[in-house]
């Protein structure tokens, strides 16, 4: 009988250290969810992270654009200021002055006294709306050779506004940015004006070698 009791009793001892594995099995299972769950909240944070990074990036790199876009277009209207011809006109007058005593004004300085403001801007007074290989090019041109001084922008040393003929539909604003910048009185009272022509002026007054009547070219 003791022997039977000690059977038994070391049955159930077996048992119970079975069932004690089992439960520790079981928590180690439980364990392993856990860590599950923690693996994905840290994935999620990753890829958060890696989603404000990348956001970042781009962000920096918009900037870094429009930073260099604004220095280009402040380069850009600063050259227009500043460009000047190798020869300047103060220094072709002078010559002219030295060797033509009288008040004849040679041929070749024939809109040397003339500052034009040609109409080849998208944008009146925005120098960085030029537009290339404009039809009033030649004509620019012409007005150079013959001592005329080009204007990029619409100022008070501007004698005449050229404008193609193509292109009238363009008048109105510019007649409108004239009257606004130029139409005010001298010290006599009298207002100033400014001529509005076509290229043709420019161009025809170089073939006749003459100072043609702006008022045969108003638009």
Same mark, same amino acid.
């Given at each position: 009988? =003791? *022997? %039977?009791?000690?059977?038994?009793?070391?049955?159930?001892?077996?048992?119970?250290?079975?069932?004690?594995?089992?439960? $520790?099995?079981?928590?180690?299972?439980?364990? =392993?969810?856990?860590?599950?769950?923690?693996?994905?909240?840290?994935?999620?944070?990753?890829?958060?992270? /890696?989603?404000? /990074?990348? *956001?970042?990036?781009?962000? @920096?790199?918009?900037?870094? @654009?429009?930073?260099?876009?604004?220095?280009?277009?402040? @380069?850009?209207? *600063?050259?227009?200021?500043?460009?000047?011809? $190798?020869?300047?006109?103060?220094?072709?007058? &002078?010559?002219?002055?030295?060797?033509?005593?009288? =008040?004849?004004?040679?041929?070749?300085?024939?809109?040397? %006294?003339?500052?034009?403001?040609?109409?080849?801007?998208? $944008?009146?007074?925005?120098?960085?709306?030029?537009? @290339?290989?404009?039809?009033?090019? #030649?004509?620019?041109?012409?007005?150079?050779?013959?001592?005329? &001084?080009?204007?990029?922008?619409?100022? %008070?040393? #501007? $004698?005449?506004?050229?404008?193609?003929?193509?292109?009238?539909?363009?008048?109105?604003?510019?007649?409108?940015?004239?009257?606004?910048?130029?139409?005010?009185? =001298?010290?006599?009272?009298?207002?100033?004006?400014? %001529?509005?022509?076509?290229?043709?002026?420019?161009?025809?007054?170089?073939?006749?070698?003459?100072?043609?009547?702006?008022?045969?070219?108003?638009?």
């Amino acid at each position: 009988e =003791d *022997e %039977h009791d000690s059977k038994v009793s070391g049955g159930e001892k077996r048992c119970a250290k079975k069932r004690k594995r089992c439960d $520790t099995d079981g928590d180690g299972d439980g364990d =392993d969810g856990d860590d599950g769950d923690g693996d994905d909240v840290k994935q999620e944070a990753r890829g958060k992270e /890696k989603e404000e /990074k990348k *956001e970042k990036e781009e962000k @920096e790199e918009k900037e870094k @654009e429009e930073k260099e876009e604004k220095e280009e277009k402040e @380069e850009k209207v *600063e050259k227009q200021k500043n460009k000047k011809p $190798t020869f300047g006109a103060s220094e072709i007058m &002078a010559l002219e002055d030295k060797y033509f005593q009288d =008040d004849t004004r040679p041929w070749w300085g024939l809109f040397r %006294h003339f500052v034009i403001y040609f109409d080849r801007y998208t $944008t009146i007074n925005d120098v960085t709306t030029l537009i @290339e290989c404009s039809h009033l090019d #030649v004509t620019a041109q012409i007005l150079l050779f013959y001592g005329g &001084a080009i204007s990029p922008l619409l100022d %008070h040393r #501007v $004698t005449h506004v050229v404008l193609h003929p193509r292109h009238l539909e363009r008048a109105p604003a510019i007649r409108a940015c004239v009257s606004r910048l130029f139409q005010q009185p =001298d010290s006599a009272g009298h207002f100033l004006t400014r %001529h509005v022509v076509t290229k043709d002026w420019v161009e025809e007054s170089a073939s006749a070698h003459e100072d043609l009547d702006e008022r045969e070219f108003y638009l």
